[in-house]
């Protein structure tokens, strides 16, 4: 895998963030607060003082700055259960920690620990608009390698209908282009790479179908 987080990875993890709101740690923390893992530190107390908007969706804060480096992905990951953990955040912010801490766990190779958290990223069938439960489930089935029921959700979500008045923004309110299923491209490439990791499929993986 690359050495940091590849931009198809990055804004994978943010798009999904937008539309959701919603092992023993590797990493000691020392009397300043300082936390740090092999390259990764950050000050826990400043992380868990920032918005959950900040912590999340600043690519230069929260989890994200940790994440840059693939050494500290499971130390991200970490942060992530620290941070909703020890705050108290909504519902749906809940949904998207902690699918960003599976995608996390995921990446390093923590299959079932990322499938446990993923199951809990589900909405509320009659709240899910954009096939979002279609998306966790072929991930997951990705990730148990079962190939009928990934092309079983892939179908699924290629049939959920664009609403009306769909029109997705940034974190700074601007307006963004997003291919309709959301979602699908990643799925497809599942389906395409499904014999590889899942960290390859986001940044290594050519295979075609």
């Known amino acids: 895998m690359q050495s940091t987080t590849s931009s198809f990875t990055m804004r994978a993890l943010l798009v999904t963030g937008f539309l959701s709101i919603t092992i023993t740690s590797t990493f000691s923390v020392a009397k300043d607060t300082n936390t740090e893992s092999e390259t990764c530190s950050y000050n826990e107390v400043e992380m868990l003082e920032l918005s959950p908007r900040e912590f999340d969706q600043n ?6 700055e940790v994440a ?11 942060l992530i259960h620290t941070y909703y ?30 499938i446990s958290l993923m199951k809990q990223a589900r909405k509320p069938p009659e709240k899910d608009m954009s096939g979002w439960n279609y998306y966790v489930d072929a991930t997951i089935a990705f990730l148990q390698s079962d190939r009928e029921e990934l092309k079983t959700q892939r179908e699924k979500l290629a049939a959920v209908p664009k ?12 307006p963004i282009e997003l291919q309709w299923p959301l979602n699908l491209n990643i799925v497809d490439k599942f389906i395409r790479c499904f014999d590889q990791a899942y960290s390859e499929v986001y940044t290594e993986c050519t295979a075609e179908k």
Request: charge should be negative; proline fraction near 3%.
């Open 85 to 114: 953990t020890k705050n108290e955040i909504s519902k749906g912010a809940m949904r998207t920690f902690v699918w960003h801490e599976g995608q996390l766990r995921a990446e390093v190779g923590q299959y079932q620990r990322a």
């Open 68 to 78: 840059k480096a693939e050494a500290c992905r499971e130390a991200a990951a970490d």
């Open 163 to 174: 609403p009306e008045g769909f029109n997705p923004t940034d974190a700074d309110g601007n």
């Open 59 to 64: 690519l230069e804060k929260g989890w994200r």
